[in-house]
């Protein structure tokens, strides 16, 4: 158990539809990481935030989005879902971001129908 | 920017050989540079991290890796491979305080 929460585990919903994604990152982490893994594109860095604010930004499409609160949980909002989006989304979480390992939740399988 | 590109996308081999699982890396600037693993239905898991302290890193179950900075590589190995060890394994790179890149991956399988 990484100590990284991700819930719901699986999710199914029709294209079109929207969803959210939470997470928890583990005790005393700030920093929080999105990643998206399917077949086709492997696993893709979708965004970084530290302690509220996003860090970086990679490969994450317009229609998504993602936040994190002040308790430090975050969520990956994705909205008008296409069938391409059917993927593995896995949230993790370090201490820092320089170096530090990140630690990976058990993710997220969205099929969109 | 920094990227990892790992050479094979599937290995196979046999209980008791040894595993080699390769990896190149692209940084400008000193990397820090990491393998998980990845068990079916599961998340990654830190089987080492490289961070300029020690060229050679041990990590969990029997696996290892050597920087080697003239020929930009992070290979993993592991001299006897385990049934157990059948999985999906990422080299992953950061620097500086950015964020992580992962390889495409390598699939690994073991043949009893």
């Known amino acids: 158990d990484s100590g990284v929460t991700q819930t719901p585990k699986h999710l199914i919903t029709a294209t079109g539809q929207r969803v959210t994604l939470r997470c928890s990152p583990r005790s005393g982490d700030l920093s929080v990481y999105w990643y998206q893994q399917s077949l086709d594109q492997g696993l893709q860095f979708l965004i970084q935030?530290?302690?509220?604010?996003?860090?970086a930004k990679g490969n994450i499409l317009e229609r998504f989005s993602a936040q994190q609160f002040p308790d430090l949980h975050s969520e990956l909002n994705l909205s008008s879902l296409e069938l391409g989006d059917s993927a593995l989304y896995f949230c993790?979480?370090?201490?820092?971001?320089?170096?530090?390992?990140?630690?990976f939740g058990e993710g997220s399988w969205l099929t969109v129908v | 920017a920094q990227s990892v590109t790992q050479l094979g996308s599937h290995v196979s081999v046999s209980e008791g050989a040894l595993v080699l699982l390769r990896c190149n890396y692209s940084s400008s600037v000193p990397p820090y540079l990491f393998w998980y693993v990845q068990y079916p239905n599961q998340g990654l898991q830190l089987l080492l991290k490289?961070?300029?302290?020690?060229?050679l890193v041990k990590g969990i179950n029997g696996f290892e890796a050597e920087f080697k900075k003239s020929e930009t590589s992070f290979h993993l190995t592991k001299p006897s491979a385990h049934m157990s060890d059948a999985a999906e394994y990422f080299c992953a790179v950061s620097v500086n305080n950015n964020d992580m890149r992962f390889g495409a991956g390598t699939r690994l399988t073991v043949k009893p």
């Open positions: 490289y961070t300029s302290a020690a060229t």
């Open positions: 993790a979480s370090s201490v820092e971001t320089e170096g530090n390992t990140i630690y």
């Open positions: 935030y530290y302690n509220g604010e996003e860090r």
